[in-house]
Structures are given as C-alpha cells and as structure tokens.
C-alpha cells in the first residue's frame, strides 16, 4: 500500500490554499456584480484563515487568495458606493429612480396598475 509522509492536515490545508485562491480570484473576476464579489472574497478569506490550521504561517496560496478576497470585497463595495451616488446625483433619490423607469414603461406603452394589459384584446 502507498504511503504519504503528508499529514492529513497539510494535505487539508493544501487544499483550503488553493480553495481560497480559486475563490479570490473569482472574487476580484466579479467585482463588477456586487453580491458575489462579497461572497467569494469572504469565503476566500476564510478558506485562507482556516489553511494555517494550528500554526501561523500560510503558504503563497493561501496569501494570494486572502490579498485577492480582500481586494474583490473592496472592489465590490467601491463598485456598490459609485452606483448608489451616481443614482442620487442623477435622480436625487432611489424612488426619483423608479419614477423615471415606470414613466419609460408607460411612454412604451407596457402595462401598468390603472391600465392592465388585456391579452385577448383585438388588434
């Protein structure tokens, strides 16, 4: 039978390195949506938190992905903070926002509360 002088826990940790850096890398990839860029550069940094296991050194790995976790989470906030000022500079408000899609909606002439949409009605 083959015998490894790897450890199940430098085996485990290996793995959670290169699970946090897969996942920082998806982080910072999704930075531009915001909810995943979160997701991943969060679990990538605790994926590169739990690769130590009881000692305090990383490997290269698991450095990579807790700077790209970080750097996809800031991405991702800075993207959502742009987002919401842009909103409230150009509409002065999230509601301003909603009354300008619901008046395109209704200059296209798409179906509103008042004025439902009648699916058998006769061209």
Do not use: H, W
């Not at 009881?54 to 976790?69: C, D, Q, S, V, W």
């Amino acid at each position: 039978m083959y015998e490894s002088n790897k450890s199940y826990i430098d085996v485990r940790s290996a793995s959670m390195s290169i699970a946090s850096m897969i996942l920082g890398i998806l982080g910072l990839i999704m930075s531009c949506c915001i909810y995943p860029a979160i997701i991943f550069g969060s679990l990538a940094i605790i994926f590169a938190l739990l690769s130590r296991g009881g000692e305090m050194n990383t490997n290269g790995y698991a450095k990579a992905g807790l700077i790209l976790g970080i750097i996809g989470i800031v991405f991702g906030i800075l993207l959502f903070t742009y987002g919401l000022i842009t909103l409230i500079t150009r509409f002065g408000s999230i509601e301003g926002y909603l009354q300008y899609i619901q008046d395109l909606m209704n200059e296209m002439g798409y179906p509103d509360s008042s004025n439902p949409y009648d699916f058998y009605k006769t061209l």
